[in-house]
């Protein structure tokens, strides 16, 4: 199976990501119809489960999009199950060295390029019997997360490590480990300059920038700046901005009644 991401970023555009939080296929079989490139399954932060990532996956699995998944943190055993079972792409956080960045690609990829067990319980349904194996480290897309001052200094080593695809940036922990409120959309000059340094060494080394965003306005913004893939907050955030709208509307045009 080509992964879409993969053909988007090779067509010089920047991928839409999706973030799911809660654990449910029926949110996730609605997300996945909304024209999302891509939607990722969050393990470290969302209330999901193994259990409820394959049902997620399962639920999408008829829309043109590309499965992903933020692991809970950089481990061989759930780095690999959630590969096995369907994970198109893995978004790693706290990776802080060289050295972390290469532990994940070799969680993430079969020998002789790692040493993730042979055993694609669900993922082998993307290809014929043996044919997963032949494709999956060329296929499956590694973002390690650079969200701490650690992890700036260390910018250039990390994204010398061969195998990964970009970074991702959590933008609340990196404003937090500057001593800086968490928030999504940052606008310090001091962030800004990380973000344009991080942009300009991906680019030298043909790796594609991804940051999460709190929607539409900063990911257009993120976009502009060069960065190549766009997470527009994640479905909670959507679906209580927009009810808590709606109730402000319905409150203020009800003349005092509600």
Same mark, same amino acid.
């Given at each position: 199976?080509?992964?879409?991401?993969?053909?988007?970023?090779?067509?010089?555009?920047?991928?839409?990501?999706?973030?799911?939080?809660?654990?449910?296929?029926?949110?996730?079989?609605?997300?996945?119809?909304?024209?999302?490139?891509?939607?990722?399954?969050?393990?470290?932060?969302?209330?999901?489960?193994?259990?409820?990532?394959?049902?997620?996956?399962?639920?999408?699995?008829?829309?043109?999009?590309?499965?992903?998944?933020?692991?809970?943190?950089?481990?061989?055993?759930? !780095? *690999?199950?959630?590969?096995? %079972?369907?994970? #198109? =792409?893995?978004?790693?956080?706290?990776?802080? /060295?060289?050295? $972390?960045?290469?532990?994940?690609?070799?969680?993430?990829?079969?020998?002789?390029?790692?040493?993730?067990?042979?055993?694609?319980?669900?993922?082998?349904?993307?290809?014929?019997?043996?044919?997963?194996?032949?494709?999956?480290?060329?296929?499956?897309?590694?973002?390690?997360?650079?969200?701490?001052?650690?992890?700036?200094?260390?910018?250039?080593?990390?994204?010398?490590?061969?195998?990964?695809?970009?970074?991702? !940036? *959590?933008?609340?922990?990196? %404003?937090?480990? #500057? =001593?800086?409120?968490?928030?999504?959309?940052? /606008?310090?000059? $001091?962030?800004?300059?990380?973000?344009?340094?991080?942009?300009?060494?991906?680019?030298?080394?043909?790796?594609?920038?991804?940051?999460?965003?709190?929607?539409?306005?900063?990911?257009?913004?993120?976009?502009?700046?060069?960065?190549?893939?766009?997470?527009?907050?994640?479905?909670?955030?959507?679906?209580?901005?927009?009810?808590?709208?709606?109730?402000?509307?319905?409150?203020?045009?009800?003349?005092?009644?509600?």
């Amino acid at each position: 199976m080509a992964n879409k991401v993969k053909e988007i970023w090779k067509s010089g555009k920047a991928v839409v990501n999706a973030w799911l939080a809660i654990p449910s296929g029926f949110s996730a079989e609605m997300i996945a119809q909304c024209g999302f490139d891509s939607v990722t399954v969050d393990m470290q932060h969302g209330v999901q489960d193994y259990l409820s990532m394959v049902q997620c996956f399962q639920a999408m699995d008829k829309h043109p999009i590309t499965p992903m998944v933020r692991v809970p943190w950089n481990e061989p055993g759930i !780095i *690999g199950k959630v590969l096995d %079972g369907g994970a #198109y =792409g893995v978004i790693c956080p706290m990776v802080n /060295t060289p050295q $972390e960045a290469r532990n994940l690609v070799s969680y993430a990829k079969y020998p002789p390029k790692g040493v993730r067990s042979n055993g694609p319980i669900r993922a082998g349904m993307y290809g014929t019997a043996g044919s997963y194996q032949k494709t999956a480290n060329d296929e499956i897309v590694l973002l390690p997360m650079m969200e701490t001052r650690t992890a700036v200094e260390n910018m250039e080593a990390i994204l010398d490590v061969e195998g990964i695809d970009g970074v991702y !940036i *959590g933008p609340s922990d990196l %404003g937090f480990s #500057y =001593g800086l409120e968490p928030k999504l959309d940052r /606008t310090e000059p $001091e962030i800004l300059a990380i973000y344009e340094k991080i942009i300009k060494e991906c680019g030298k080394r043909g790796l594609n920038p991804g940051i999460h965003c709190s929607g539409a306005e900063g990911a257009a913004r993120a976009i502009s700046m060069g960065f190549k893939l766009v997470t527009l907050s994640n479905e909670v955030g959507l679906m209580t901005t927009y009810a808590k709208m709606q109730v402000s509307q319905t409150r203020k045009d009800s003349a005092g009644k509600a």
